[in-house]
């Protein structure tokens, strides 16, 4: 069974651009939450959608936006990018995302530049 | 309330011995208790879980004590070796609300020497 994938895993870019982050869950999940991980903040959670549905959201500025497809893949975008957005971006995935478990994928290592 | 707190913050042993990882909470809404181990470069791996409604959790060499008067948890290695060098994280999660997604404490670098 695949697990979490997700793309690209190295990106590179500038102040002021946008971003989109990819993340294909372990087939048959529904859940799919993403988290941000710095040195000085940990891993903290950004949002999770469940069935193409927003179900909750971390304290992140409205720049960090996300969307789930109908096959539960799921993409987040951070517009107007600052030097501070520099970070691992996770996904996990669940069956459900309330009482199971949740799996993550490699991340995404964001430089901005 | 949200917050879980993790210590000690870095950790060294030799090969063979048991480092210990505490974690404490606030909220009383977290029913789910994972650990995770994150090498360099990778994602975070769950390790073991527990839920409050036993006091200990075995698999392997890896052990959650659990303590729900004091909203406490740890994790025990036994056996260590050089392999488990990682990063670990405790976590916590409830059912409702805000509380619903893991909550991560600030993680753990341990260090097996051998």
């Known amino acids: 069974k695949a697990g979490v994938t997700q793309t690209p895993r190295y990106l590179i870019k500038t102040r002021g651009q946008q971003v989109t982050l990819s993340c294909s869950p372990i087939s048959g999940h529904r859940s799919v939450s993403w988290y941000q991980q710095t040195p000085g903040q940990g891993l903290q959670f950004l949002f999770e959608?469940?069935?193409?549905?927003?179900?909750n959201k971390g304290n992140f500025p409205g720049r960090f936006s996300g969307r789930q497809f109908s096959n539960s893949r799921s993409e987040m975008n951070v517009s107007t990018l600052e030097l501070g957005d520099s970070a691992l971006y996770l996904c996990a995935s669940s069956l459900d995302g309330l009482n199971t478990e949740a799996f993550f994928g490699q991340g995404t290592r964001l430089t901005v530049v | 309330q949200q917050q879980v707190k993790q210590s000690p913050q870095s950790l060294i042993v030799q090969k063979g011995g048991i480092p210990i990882i505490n974690c404490a909470y606030e909220n009383t809404a977290f029913d789910y208790f994972p650990w995770y181990q994150q090498f360099p470069g990778k994602g975070p791996a769950l390790l073991i879980a527990i839920r409050p409604d036993v006091s200990e959790k075995k698999e392997g060499r890896f052990t959650i004590s659990f303590n729900k008067s004091a909203k406490q948890f740890s994790l025990h290695i036994m056996d260590s070796q050089p392999g488990d060098s990682a990063t670990y994280f405790c976590a916590a999660r409830g059912l409702a609300g805000s509380a619903r997604q893991l909550t991560f404490g600030s993680g753990t670098q341990l260090t097996v020497l051998p």
């Open positions: 959608y469940f069935s193409e549905t927003q179900r």
